[in-house]
């Protein structure tokens, strides 16, 4: 069982092998990759050297805790041939070398020697980091067409007694776990200000999950008691099962929080302009929708500061609650693998 909102021991960041650090093996990407791969006709590997002359480079690094499902490997073949898309499409010369990271310190040390041109964190790791005045927040990425940002939702089985929050004390519990781990943040909020302790403490048993159905689904067999997902998972789930519909119900839900972020380098200025508009238009084009599908994103949109204030009212009412215990006065956030 993993303990509340506790960072996970550092791991080695793993370099792409079109980065600096040293490459590992890559499986076989996976099929959405290869079509991509095929509909931009971009070829899988280099049949020799280059005549041209090296191109000035795009630096994506991106956050593995928004991407717990799927093959590190596979998406940093993904994101590379997302980037070409826009790149291509754009008709700029530029080479994506792609990169990603388990520790926000690691992200931070890459900005500040400006060797990170495009950063996407989860929005705790944007709220926490120090390096946020070398960066242009640029988008945020729209999970929920009708909200842009995704709730996050207590449910239960409709035919169980228990109707609050307060009748599922004891009783067991699954999280989604996705990014920044909100779920579990709102939920200790929740219990907090109810005054009925801590995840731990409230909660028979509490176990994550990185995909909805994982967590959904133990809860309409009654395998678990109840469970914390975000909307846009739990309605995906009622279209493929309409019986999931009738028979879980929702308790309560949370405000709607921003997952991610996409800054861009203040130092960046190759093309700087022409990359930012491939970006906004990548949900109008054909190739670029299949990307974002994908990374279940329906587009990018442009990112305004408000974007945060939800995350930052929930952050505050947790600090309050529970005074950080982390150096720098923050609230200390998973990004490791959950338990399945």
């Not at 309409?242 to 921003?258: G, K």
Request: proline fraction near 6%; charge should be positive; charged fraction near 25%.
């Amino acid at each position: 069982m993993k303990s509340q909102l506790q960072a996970t021991s550092a791991r080695r960041t793993h370099r792409d092998s079109t980065g600096r650090g040293a490459a590992r093996s890559a499986p076989a990407a996976t099929l959405a990759v290869m079509v991509m791969l095929g509909l931009l006709g971009l070829p899988a590997s280099a049949d020799g050297p280059s005549k041209d002359p090296p191109k000035p480079k795009l630096r994506l690094l991106f956050s593995n805790s928004l991407f717990r499902t799927v093959n590190r490997d596979d998406v940093l073949a993904a994101f590379k041939v997302w980037t070409q898309t826009v790149l291509k499409n754009r008709g700029l010369p530029l080479e994506p070398e792609i990169d990603s990271y388990d520790r926000l310190d690691e992200a931070e040390q890459r900005i500040k020697e400006a060797a990170a041109d495009l950063v996407i964190f989860n929005s705790m790791e944007y709220l926490q980091t120090t390096q946020a005045n070398r960066l242009d927040a640029v988008f945020v990425a729209e999970h929920h067409q009708k909200t842009v940002f995704d709730d996050y939702l207590l449910v239960s089985r409709g035919d169980q007694r228990p109707a609050g929050l307060a009748a599922l004390r004891g009783k067991s519990v699954m999280f989604f776990q996705y990014g920044a781990d909100l779920g579990r943040l709102w939920m200790e909020v929740l219990l907090g200000e109810a005054g009925l302790g801590s995840i731990g403490a409230f909660f028979g048993a509490n176990s994550d999950a990185a995909k909805p159905g994982s967590v959904v689904l133990p809860v309409f067999f009654g395998k678990f008691d109840a469970c914390v997902v975000n909307r846009s998972g739990l309605e995906i789930m009622q279209e493929l099962n309409p019986q999931l519909a009738r028979q879980l119900r929702v308790l309560t839900n949370s405000s709607c929080l921003p997952e991610s972020v996409i800054c861009l380098h203040k130092s960046y200025n190759e093309d700087r302009e022409e990359v930012l508009r491939g970006l906004a238009e990548l949900h109008t084009e054909p190739r670029g929708q299949q990307l974002l599908l994908i990374f279940k994103i329906d587009k990018l949109v442009p990112f305004k500061p408000e974007h945060l204030d939800t995350l930052r009212e929930l952050k505050a009412r947790y600090d309050r609650l529970r005074p950080p215990a982390t150096p720098r006065g923050t609230v200390a956030v998973s990004t490791g693998k959950p338990k399945s």
